[in-house]
């Protein structure tokens, strides 16, 4: 959920005296006290969060139909339950900045909703929605930590902490899961490993370009969030990397003792077959290409969206 600035950083006293002020502490409490910089910059990155939280719903489609158990079943709505929740959240705190959350929700093209490629695939079984839990909701949580504590916005900042409370659960979930699935038979570890080999590199990517490539840093500037893009994945990364290895999951990244920092096993961005869902680590694509890919969305982002338009949810699901 990294946002991309639109323009360039208007250098005008109010904008300059504000980001003082937040650089020092101050949380705004009213739209009023923003300046035009500090505002588009803040509704950009909750417009993106709020999208982000709502498709994770087709997502969790498929598994719903064929979870193995009637607690499988429920564990994965009241999920999809939460997430809604979250962006009913933020949906109630943009509407103070003029959106209106009906035509946000079902009326507007689906091209233009933003998405992560992350949150895009369907996911094909259960044991895909718990590694999706395990790594990619880590990876949601780390960001939405991040802005609950670094905020400068104090009600977006405040809002997020039911948001963070629950995604504890997701990833919670999630872990407990994979590792049943891990240690259930021969067939469902394969499957464990098979999730994780293609949801690690989307949710290394879900922190966006590195610091380095970013050449826009507003977020960071008007304290909308605290951390960089590295140091969330690297946040993740240490993480994930623990956990991984102490199930024994292989994943593309280790801890590198010469730097003291977790690394990737591969250099980003790379190619993803999306029929067969699978990377080629050796075969990079360039960021002009990666940012294409991003920006249009998978094959699933259209149709997924489309369908929260139009189909009734609950009577179609059991
Ligand atoms: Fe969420
Ligand atoms: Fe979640």
Redo the contacts with the bound molecule.
Sequence with gaps: MVSQPVQPVVDDPREAALRERVKAGYQLEDPTEMTPRYHDVLVNTMHIAADLEVV?LPTYSPAIRTAPTLEDKIAIAS?CQ??LGHAQVIYRLLEEFGYDTQYFLFERDPHEWRTFQMLEFPHEDYIESVVS?CYG?RA?YITTVDLEENCSFAPFARSLRKVNF??TF?VAHGERWVKFFWNLNERSRERVQESVDFYFPLCAAWFGVPDEMKKRTDQLAYKIRGASNDQMRQKWLSQVVPFSESVGIRVPAHFDEDSGHFVLDYEPPIHLDEQTRTWDYDRRISWAEQFRIWKTGSRHKVPSISRLHHEAWGADLW
């Design positions: 994770t999920a939460d997430e839990m909701d949601g629950e995604e997701h």
